[in-house]
């Protein structure tokens, strides 16, 4: 039988200092299996992107999700991630691909937004949506935040996005404006040109870019990316359609992996005035290192695909 976990079934069982627990341990652990993520454009306005196997050692599963993204759609990407017996193949169940996407994406990010800026409190946040939210939920719980900053192309999401924080903090008119204001800034967005460029940062600063997961999609310059310090999830996939490819730059542009950097294998930030920058794609096994314990805690609907 397979199992069907909707996004209120997810949530009921998820728990943020939980998941940040399961995704630093997935840092730590080596995994030989080469990271699939195949993206076609669509006719129209959108693109189906497929990310496989999703596996970690010691997990008797893996997963597989298939993703569609819209960029006027709400929820903007919308799909399944598809769990697996890894010993028969058997379907042990299909989980909402927004919610465990959302979740795994921010709370990466909120372990490698820590782990490489300074002791700052001063968050900034460009594009106001789920993915970003979840960053601030993490980094809420690995550090105080006394200040967020927000900017997004519309003024009203981005106030209210502040207020659901229930972060003091302030609506900002452009990436400058976060730029200047925060020490700390997270990116999010479906810009195709720099948002930020090196004339807009100081020493010291963190940025994490959080769009740049396609190609063409850009939000961090090349002569910004070249003057920091550029952490990676995967230097290939970050070469081939992320933050370095996407503006020319190859894979050893990139100084570290986040694993890395866990695992004391590289450094992150080695000095109060660098400036860092962590560029992530999105791995598979980050589907699975959520979708295992939902699925091991939570109550849904099941199915017989064979029937």
């Known amino acids: 039988m397979t199992v069907l976990l909707t996004r209120s079934d997810i949530l009921r069982a998820l728990h943020v200092p939980a998941v940040l627990d399961a995704l630093r ?122 200040q967020l900053v927000v900017y997004d192309l519309d003024p009203e999401r981005a106030a209210e996005f502040l207020v659901q924080q229930g972060i003091p903090g302030t609506v900002a008119n452009s990436p400058q404006e976060v730029a200047a204001a925060a020490d700390i800034v997270v990116l999010a967005t479906w810009s195709r040109r720099p948002l930020l460029t090196a004339a807009d940062v100081r020493p010291g600063q963190h940025f994490t870019t959080l769009g740049a997961d396609e190609p063409g999609k850009v939000e961090l310059s090349a002569d910004l990316l070249s003057a920091a310090r550029v952490v990676v999830d995967d230097r290939a996939l970050a070469a081939q359609m992320g933050a370095l490819g996407n503006v020319g730059l190859p894979a050893d542009a990139a100084h570290a992996t986040f694993s890395e950097v866990l695992t004391g294998a590289a450094a992150g930030r080695r000095s109060a005035g660098e400036l860092t920058v962590y560029a992530p794609v999105g791995l598979p096994w980050q589907d699975l290192a959520i979708a295992w314990p939902v699925h091991q805690a939570a109550e849904g609907k099941t199915i017989d695909f064979l029937v």
Not at 39 to 58: H, K
Not at 66 to 95: E, I
Not at 132 to 141: E, N, P, S
């Open 25 to 146: 341990a997935g840092f730590r652990q080596s995994n030989d299996i080469e990271p699939l993520r195949i993206r076609t454009d669509l006719p129209g306005p959108g693109t189906a992107t497929a990310l496989l196997p999703g596996l970690i050692p010691g997990i008797p599963a893996y997963t597989v999700k298939v993703n569609a993204k819209f960029p006027d759609a709400s929820p903007a990407l919308r799909g399944v991630v598809c769990l697996h017996d890894l010993t028969d193949g058997t379907l042990l169940a299909l989980l909402d691909s927004a919610t465990i996407t959302a979740w795994r994406t921010g709370l990466a990010a909120a372990l490698a937004t820590d782990a490489l800026a300074g002791p700052a409190t001063s968050v900034g946040v460009v594009g106001a949506g789920a993915q970003t939210a979840m960053v601030i939920a993490g980094l809420a719980v690995l550090r105080k935040i006394e």
